[in-house]
Each structure stands twice: as structure tokens, then as C-alpha cells.
């Protein structure tokens, strides 16, 4: 994220990540979640306690290495728990965590290669040219990150348009769910703006 807000929680291996003070939990989060520079993905699990129990659900993954994945965390969760797979453990693992106000604002285009990444659009109604290499997911969330619509999603190469609805988050995501991690080369640019 751009502006340097939020607060960097570092560790390796598995681990549960207790969320600073001052972070209120009845509000959505934004993490950005990367590795070492030769690190493989980590996960990302949410720890949600009711009346019925303790439950996990997962968030989202790291990009590979150093390549910095944004992941929108929404409202409830008491705590954060890195974990690796069946096969390995992770290695090192940081979370800038923040609200989502902190994203960054998105410029006339925007590119990336290897993580999901969201970013801040203020202006009116506007078309954007999508490109995907060979997958990907576009969402669009309130400022809160509350609310979430999927504005395109394909599990093939797409090149076309798309008409963002006005302020909020745009999210370039995998089209599979959990949406957050690893994805192939985008880009979008903003027509008009």
C-alpha cells in the first residue's frame, strides 16, 4: 500500500496473528501479505468465534516470494492464522495490516503479474479496459469493504471492457474462491479519466 499506514506484523512458520490495538474488529481490513525473496505462498485463515465455536475459514494467500498480495478481510474475525499446506510449513511471512481506506488510488492503468491487488477509485461512472493473460476476476467493493459485486469473471484469457459503477474498491482477484493470492498477468486501464 502506498501511504504507509497500517501496522507490519513479521514471523515464520505457523503462527496466529493476534490484530494490533487499536484495530476494531467490527470493521472490514485490508492486509497486504508477502514472503521472503525466495519464499513459496502462505495462507491466510480467519478465526471467527459464536455462540456454537471456534471456526477457521480461509482468506487468501501470499503472492510467490516478495510479490505483495492484497486481501480484503471482512468484519468479525478475532485473530489471523498463518499456515503453509499438507506438505510444507511456511517459511517467513509479513501482513501489513490496515483498514481499506489505505489502498492504494488507482492511476489511468494499472498492471501487475503474480498477486491479487485492490485499489481506490473516487471519480464518477467510467469504462476500463480488462485484460487477463489467462484468468481473473475483477470485484468491486464499498469504501468498508463490506459489500462486494463481481464485475467480471472468466477462467480464460479475456481482453474487453467493463463499466465501473463509481467510488469504491477495485479488487483484481482469481476467479476462483477464496479470490485472494497467486494470479496471472492483468491489466486494466480507465477510459476517459
Known amino acids: 500500500m ?7 506484523v513479521s514471523g515464520r512458520g505457523e503462527s496466529r496473528v493476534e490484530l494490533p490495538a487499536g484495530i476494531p474488529l ?11 525473496l525466495l519464499s513459496r505462498t502462505f495462507n491466510i485463515e480467519g478465526e471467527l468465534t459464536s455462540r456454537q465455536g471456534t471456526e477457521r475459514e ?8 516478495r510479490d505483495r498480495s492484497h486481501i480484503i478481510v471482512p468484519p468479525g474475525y478475532s485473530s489471523l492464522h498463518i ?5 510444507r510449513k511456511p517459511g517467513k511471512w509479513n501482513l501489513l495490516i ?15 503479474v503474480g498477486a491479487s491487488r485492490v485499489f481506490a477509485y473516487h ?10 493473460e489467462s484468468q481473473g476476476c475483477l470485484a468491486f467493493y464499498s469504501f468498508d469493504g463490506t459489500q462486494r459485486r463481481e464485475l467480471l469473471s472468466r477462467d480464460t484469457k479475456f481482453q474487453g471492457s467493463v463499466k465501473i459503477p463509481g467510488p469504491g474498491l477495485i479488487a483484481v482477484q482469481s476467479p476462483v474462491a477464496p479470490h485472494w493470492g497467486s494470479i496471472p498477468p492483468w491489466r486494466i486501464t480507465l477510459q476517459g479519466k
Do not use: H, K, M, Y
Request: hydrophobic share 35%; proline share 7%.
Open 58 to 65: 480461509d482468506l487468501g494467500s501470499s503472492g510467490w516470494g
Open 123 to 132: 471519480g464518477g461512472p467510467v469504462q476500463a479496459s480488462v485484460e487477463f
Open 26 to 36: 467490527d470493521r472490514a481490513l485490508l492486509l497486504e501479505a508477502w514472503g521472503g
Open 98 to 112: 490496515s483498514e481499506p481506506s489505505a489502498a492504494p488510488e488507482i492511476g489511468i492503468e494499472a498492471a501487475g
Open 83 to 87: 499456515t503453509g499446506d499438507p506438505t
Open 2 to 8: 502506498s501511504n504507509g499506514s497500517g501496522s507490519i
